[in-house]
């Protein structure tokens, strides 16, 4: 399927607070921004029988700059993780002794 090029329309809309919510989560989890993730529900529902259905699949493929962006977060999550990896606690007097620092 090939995309055109097409200039965004920025536009105010409201959504309950469990429905931004949930598609701030989904789009997360997928590796885009909330309108890409509406976006992609909307090219969903542009074929006539998943609107009969009403049922979408996810995860939907990624676009490689998503999935650029997405192994990009996680390299630098690691990076920090290692920089500031903390000593674990094994019994409780440890852990104690932890949260004394």
């Given at each position: ?5 097409q ?8 959504l ?5 919510l ?40 990624l676009?490689k700059?998503?999935e ?34």
């Amino acid at each position: 399927m090939k995309q055109t090029k097409q200039a965004d329309i920025q536009q105010e809309f409201n959504l309950s607070s469990t429905t931004w919510l949930q598609a701030k989560a989904q789009a997360d989890e997928l590796g885009l921004t909330v309108s890409e993730y509406v976006s992609l529900l909307v090219d969903e529902d542009k074929n006539p029988a998943r609107r009969r259905k009403k049922v979408l699949t996810f995860p939907a493929p990624l676009s490689k700059e998503a999935e650029n962006r997405y192994d990009r977060e996680i390299k630098e999550f690691e990076k920090q993780e290692k920089k500031n990896a903390q000593k674990g606690a094994v019994t409780v007097e440890e852990f104690m002794k932890l949260l004394d620092k």
